[in-house]
């Protein structure tokens, strides 16, 4: 929890720099805890910096921030609780929303068992789950909208553990 | 009792074959029995006299009336290749050549073309042993409603025999889903409930969930995710007219109409995501909500006298069934047998309820008995079965079920005793939802 503040309080103040001064690149932002399995990539970092001015801010607002900042949040089976080790991933988020004034949309969804608008509420549930914790991070209400696809759209076809886990996910869509 | 597909599938088939005109596009859902625990009784269709312009008739109307009887799973018409003689009129029943091959029924009729566009259909149907006509009519027709007439007329048949109103002039509602570039093309299909007269309805990229027919057959209620949000829609079958009758904030789910077509209840979750059971009256709009409980309370359908509202609610942990007076009050638990039972649907007589029930590991289909302590009986038998929907009249069920990767369609009578597996042409079939009786 206290590395968390951490970052929580020190995060802002480089990207806001980082946003006044125009930095380019999208290697520029320290990654707070990088994670080699989400990595964007050297090859979009190793181009040229062509960030210019707030023009171009839409397409790639935080950089490299963006493309390594995970999008999706896994659950285990019959939870609706954030992983304690994704609790880092919201938190970044939310600064991003807060540093941004971007709205959200968190995709809820569900795996295939049992019945299908019940599924609903069980992704909505997982939904609610992140939202909360958007919003105890201070995210307006407003900036934050969720829709649950229950089962309806699986990332991954298949009737085992691995794509019901797979499946069990709430994925955070920026809106502009 | 187990009877080998294979040999069950090629009859059907063989008969498909006869009841379809050539060059007919193939329909989406074909019929093969796969299992049933009574024997079938035997019968006799009588191919249907001829009498027009043409060499033949616009349809093969004893063929639907056949394959309407064997899909029941309750007869099993012969073979017209072993039959003594082929009357088509009352005079011309010889009633010992039935005998000899101990057939309980046959039927015989003429199809008499008289008009340009103007046909008439008569069939009567006898008991040789008693050698008794047991019903008789005949009827207009056109070559747009001859098929129409067919199942009537084994509806007919149907009831006379058994005693169970024939469910053969209804339609299924259903929802498909297949690969399409790199997303999925959802469609909202009716069709009549042997699979012919498929009609895509609606067609979207986005998912398309909970079709609910209207009590007169004309308007279906479903949800859709176009512009990645939930609402639900009221869609007139005919003009194709189609109305959003809400889209509040996060979830918009689980449509039902109320018996009268007045009300609609649905599942509204709002933006803190709680959701619960409303009732909106379709003329006002206006929504009342019926449950408060912070738990997930959905799938809500009306009991056949409009006084309840049966509902999933996983209050008391996981998902159980209760049921709330539509005027307000508090929700009274209905099942207790196992920890998942959900997506409830009452017959059309009241007595019973189908739920989807987590039976060992295995969602299925389980029927409770309400005037008998609510027994619970599992009636299917795969992995992942759901949507259960009853026929209009209270017999037979319809569910979706997965044959390897994609869902499937079969129906199952209450008693779990006859059940048969619709074949699809591909994709993943779901959510099937079987229409009122039709009103003439």
Known sequence: MALQNTITRVLPLTVAACLLAGCGGTNTIPDPEPDGSTMGGGADSSGSGDFDGFGAGEEIPFGGEAAELADTIYFDFDSYEVRSGDADIVSRHSIQILDSGASVRLEGHADERGSREYNIGLGERRAQAVRRMLMIQGVPATQISTVSFGEERPAELGSDEAAYAANRRVVITYMN | MKISMLSRTFLLVALAGLAGLAGQAAAELRVEITEWNIEPAPVAVVPFGWEGSAAAAPLDVSGVIAADLRRSGRFAPMDSDDMLSRPTRGADMDFDDWRILKVEAVVIGRVEQTGDNAYSVQFQLFDPFRGTQLVGYRMPASRGTLRRVAHRAADMIYEELTGIKGVFATRVAYVTAEARGNGQLYRLIVADQDGENEHTILESADPIMSPAWSPDSRQLAYVSFEGSRSSIWVQTLRTGNRLRVSSEPGVNGA??????????????????????????????????????????????????????????????????????????????????????????????????????????????????????????????????????????????????????????????????????????????????VWSPFPRY
């Open chain 2, 255 to 432: 449509p039902a109409f109320s018996p009268d077509g007045r009300q609609l209840v649905l599942t509204l979750g709002g933006a803190d995501g709680n959701l619960d059971i409303y009732v909106m009256d379709l003329a006002t709009r206006n929504k009342r909500r019926l449950t408060t409980h912070r738990a997930i309370d959905t799938e809500g359908s009306w009991s056949p006298d409009g006084r309840y509202i049966y509902f999933n609610s996983d209050r008391a942990g996981g998902p159980q069934i209760y049921r709330v007076p539509v005027s307000g009050g508090s929700p009274e638990r209905v099942t207790f047998e196992g920890g998942y039972n959900a997506r409830p649907r009452l017959s059309p007589d009241g007595k019973k309820l189908a739920v989807v029930h987590n039976d060992r590991g295995n969602f299925r289909i389980a029927v409770l008995d309400l005037e008998r302590d609510n027994q619970l009986v599992v009636v299917s038998a795969g992995r992942q079965d759901e949507s259960p929907s009853f026929a209009p009249n209270s017999d037979t069920l319809i569910y979706a079920t997965r044959q390897s990767r994609d869902g499937v369609l079969e129906t199952v009578t209450a008693d779990g005793l006859i059940r048969q597996r619709l074949e699809s042409r591909g994709g993943d079939v779901r959510e099937p």
